[in-house]
């Protein structure tokens, strides 16, 4: 038998060197093409393969083959290697590797009481309103007095009131932008204020800090049958058409009459927010003439709606600021 059949180690071997000598995909492929080709070595020895006898045509046909298998494995083995080596280089030159998989940058989302706040906006802003600032360091006198309370009136305590120096205090609600937006100014008004508010109050339902909504309107005849009106359409915006509502007479010394407003929830009432006819010694305050002119107000907690609306338990999950229970909303 022809020593070439018997010498199909050395031509492996050879194989090998060469495949293992590839710096790159074209030459690796070349050198397969040399040994597996349909002009390589391999092959043509297979095609020699009928010069031998009928018992040694098996046994070299077998081994021809297993040596073709090995070097086809050298040749995967190379390239992959080839193609680790070409990406890290991308690696290390530009720093980017394109076979990881794309990680999504986490998406924020508004905040609960920023939603509620653009609901209630987006209300009112039909209606005609415009919206009213005020600081939440705020005068005394705009936090009580010209809104007629009176000087020993237990809410201007330190039990309830955050007082910072020099006659100022944390506004305690947005009723002061009543008297911000009205001074200087003549009727008509058809405002709303939002904003931050602060008390000394800390527990399930309560923070030291919490969201108000202020709304009022003067004009020549304004009665209590138009804020009625206005607060049913805001409570249906916000929780539907069929929610009811319901008054309750009740005390504050910037409106008189006065009351509390409810509406129904889970088969029950829950207190919303105060409001009344706005006290003509706040309209007079203001150098607006009272005999003249009336107005709505009303006021009422936006914490206390967005977790109603989203069925948040606890009023610090609003605001602690955990990502895990923000994400949820
Ligand atoms: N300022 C009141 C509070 O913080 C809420 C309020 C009640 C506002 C009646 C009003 C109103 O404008 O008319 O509790």
Known sequence: MSTEFENLGKLEREARAVLEAAGNTQALTEARARFLGRKGSLSSLLRRIGELDATERVRVGQAVNTSKQ???AWFQERRRALEEQ???HALDRYGLDVTLPGVAPPRGHLHPVTLIEREMTEFFSSLGFSIELGPEVETEYNNFEA??????HPSRDLQDTFFVEGGHVLRTHTSPVQIRAMTGRQPPFRFIALGRVYRHDNDATHYPMFHQIEGFL??????????K????AFARHLMGPE???RFRAHFFPFTEPSAEMDFSWQGGWLEWGGCGMIHPRVLENCGI????YQGFAFGMGIDRTAMLRFGIPHIHLLFDGDVRVLEQI
């Open 70 to 72: 090995r070097i086809e």
């Open 86 to 88: 070409a990406q890290s």
């Open 147 to 152: 809104l007629n309370f009176p000087a020993d």
């Open 218 to 227: 003067v004009d020549e005849r304004v009665t209590f049958g138009d804020l």
């Open 229 to 232: 009106g206005v607060l049913y």
């Open 243 to 245: 929610v009811q509502v």
């Open 289 to 292: 003439d009272s005999e003249r």
